[in-house]
Nanobody, 128 residues
Framework: QVQLVESGGGLVQAGGSLRLSCTAS????????MGWFRQAPGKEREFVAA????????YYTDSVKGRFTISRDNAKNTVYLQMNPLKPEDTAVYYC?????????????????????WGQGTQVTVSS
C-alpha cells in the first residue's frame, strides 16, 4: 500500500506561483509513475501533469503547458508541481496520484484509471 501526502496549496493572486509537494511512502518511490490531477467546484477531476517512473518523460494537459512543471526527487520520495503564473481558472483541489505498473503507453498517463493510489488533495485558490 502506498500513502501519498500533498502539501503546498494555498491562496495566491493571479500571476503568482505555488509549488505543490507530494511525498510517498510504502513502496520504492522510483518504481512509481507520479501524476497530478485537479478538481474544480462543480467539475469532474481532470489530468494536470505526470512524470514517468524512468526516462524522465513528462506529460501535461494543454491548459498548463508552459506554466506548470512536474519534477521528482527520488531521494526524497517526493514529486513536485511548480505552478507559475497561476490563473483564476487554476483554482481547484489538487490531487497527487501514483501508478504502480511497470509499463504504460503514452495515452495511459492522462487517465485516472491508470493510477492506483491517491492523496487526500490540497486546495489551490487563485484570486483575480
Amino acid at each position: 500500500q502506498v500513502q501519498l501526502v500533498e502539501s503546498g496549496g494555498g491562496l495566491v493572486q493571479a500571476g503568482g506561483s505555488l509549488r505543490l509537494s507530494c511525498t510517498a511512502s510504502g513502496r520504492t518511490f522510483s518504481s512509481l509513475t507520479m501524476g497530478w490531477f485537479r478538481q474544480a467546484p462543480g467539475k469532474e477531476r481532470e489530468f494536470v501533469a505526470a512524470r514517468a517512473r524512468s526516462g524522465g518523460n513528462t506529460y501535461y494537459t494543454d491548459s498548463v503547458k508552459g506554466r506548470f512543471t512536474i519534477s521528482r526527487d527520488n531521494a526524497k520520495n517526493t514529486v513536485y508541481l511548480q505552478m507559475n503564473p497561476l490563473k483564476p481558472e487554476d483554482t481547484a483541489v489538487y490531487y497527487c496520484a501514483a501508478g504502480a505498473q511497470r509499463y504504460y503507453s503514452d495515452s495511459d498517463y492522462y487517465r485516472e484509471g491508470t493510477y492506483d493510489y491517491w492523496g487526500q488533495g490540497t486546495q489551490v485558490t487563485v484570486s483575480s
